[in-house]
């Protein structure tokens, strides 16, 4: 990159999806992007661009300098037209083939940030995102896996269905699904998108939850 981004390209990047660095904008603009590695254009159909880590770098600066809200607290369906993986809680929302779509194309994103963001291009473990929005990144792996999460409600209502949540250990989420054969689904999806995930019991209440964490090796 030799000069900073026009105008018009940044409104391109500042735009980007929060999750996977998904681009929109037109195609001379999207080229601009990527002659300067600030995108690239993925192998497969349906060819969307995404965010390079550079082009993440001045994203992220531009959300510092106007204090934007975290990206994370955005809920899934929101009106803001933001990608959001589902943790389990939210109000219910399209389940459809679009949302389907959706989440493949979030994924396959992510897999190519990992390919490209990882030493020696390792796609068989997290890479420094899903190190910093862990619980985005969990989700992700269990919904793009094709794993319900749980409807709307309290946590402790046990609705079937996956919860994500965050906990006060570094780099681990707590995963709680009231079905025992779900959970250990849960823990094998996640093991296979290269985390590392163990049964533990809750002391009050004696239920089962998972604990992952994002494999380094």
Partial sequence: MTRPPTAAQRRVIDAADTVTGRLRGTESQLAALVRHGLAFRHPRPPHDHFLTPAGHRIREETAAAVAAPAETSVPAGSASGVFAARVGGEEAADTGPARTREVHSAWQ????????????????????????????????????????????????????????????????????????AA????????????????????????ARYLLASPRRS
């Fill in 109 to 180: 994103g992510l897999l190519e940030m990992r390919r490209m963001t990882n030493p020696g291009g390792a796609m068989d473990r997290p890479c420094a995102w899903e190190r910093t929005h862990l619980v985005q990144a969990a989700a992700l792996a269990l919904e793009a896996a094709g794993l319900r999460p749980a409807g709307a409600g309290p946590d402790a209502a046990g609705t079937p269905g996956y919860r994500v949540r965050a906990t006060p250990q570094p780099e681990a989420v707590a995963v709680r699904e009231p079905d025992a």
């Fill in 183 to 206: 959970l250990r689904q849960c823990a094998v999806t996640l093991e296979k998108a290269g985390w590392q995930a163990g049964e533990h019991t809750e002391p009050r209440t004696g």
